[in-house]
Every structure is written in structure tokens, then in C-alpha cells.
């Protein structure tokens, strides 16, 4: 049975910092890419950040590039994302998704519908 669970999450003013993580469990964790999304109330979910199974290549969106950093350790079957400067528009629902590699070991996705496996989500809540 495959788990995604995150953690992290909380309340922080703005330009303040978060790390969330993601603990994997069920899974052969470096067969997958993974990503984090985010979900505002009332919007649809978002994608945030993915990273190869290697850790070798990441991608963000354009709304957080320059302030997120995404990253993993196959070790310990975590993944991370480091968020700084955080703004009051970065207010979500943050998930983790794990998702099987199909175009190749170097590759991320930054599509929800690529993504196999998720997590419940770890709310963030940046006040002004």
C-alpha cells in the first residue's frame, strides 16, 4: 500500500520560510519522479515543483522559481520542499504525488494527471 505523507505546513507571516516533507512508504521510491502541488479554496490545484528520480533535474512554476527549492533523498525515501519569502498568494493546500517514470530517468512532470500517487495535503497559511 502506497503512503504520501506530508508535513510542514503551518501559519507564517509574510516573507517569512516553510519546509515541507513528503515520507513515501510503499513504493520503490527511486523508480518515481516527484512533485508537489498546491490547491487555494476556490482554484484548481497547481502544480509548485517536480523533481527527477535522481534528483538531477527539478522544475518549478514561474510563481515561486527563485523562492522554492525541491529536493530528495532515495535513502530515506523523502522529499522536501524548501519555501522562502514566502507571500500570502502562496496560501494552499500543499501535496506531495509520486509518479512512475515513463519518459525517461531524467525526467520531472509538471502535470497532475502524470502523477500516480498522492498525498492528503498539508495546509500553508501565510498571513499579511
Known amino acids: 500500500q502506497v503512503q504520501l505523507v506530508e508535513s510542514g505546513g503551518g501559519l507564517v507571516q509574510a516573507g517569512g520560510s516553510l519546509r515541507l516533507s513528503c515520507a513515501a512508504s510503499?513504493?520503490?521510491?527511486?523508480?518515481?519522479?516527484m512533485g508537489w502541488f498546491r490547491q487555494a479554496p476556490g482554484k484548481e490545484r497547481a502544480f509548485v515543483a517536480a523533481?527527477?528520480?535522481?534528483?538531477?533535474?527539478?522544475g518549478y512554476a514561474d510563481s515561486v522559481k527563485g523562492r522554492f527549492t525541491i529536493s530528495r533523498d532515495n535513502a530515506k525515501k523523502m522529499v522536501y520542499l524548501e519555501m522562502n519569502s514566502l507571500k500570502p498568494e502562496d496560501t494552499a493546500v500543499y501535496s506531495c504525488?509520486?509518479?512512475?517514470?515513463?519518459?525517461?530517468?531524467?525526467?520531472?512532470?509538471?502535470?497532475?494527471?502524470?502523477?500516480?500517487?498522492w498525498g492528503q495535503g498539508t495546509q500553508v497559511t501565510v498571513s499579511s
Open positions: 504525488a509520486a509518479a512512475v517514470n515513463t519518459r525517461g530517468l531524467g525526467s520531472y512532470y509538471d502535470r497532475s494527471d502524470e502523477y500516480d500517487y
Open positions: 510503499g513504493l520503490t521510491f527511486s523508480r518515481y519522479a
Open positions: 523533481i527527477s528520480w535522481s534528483g538531477i533535474n527539478t
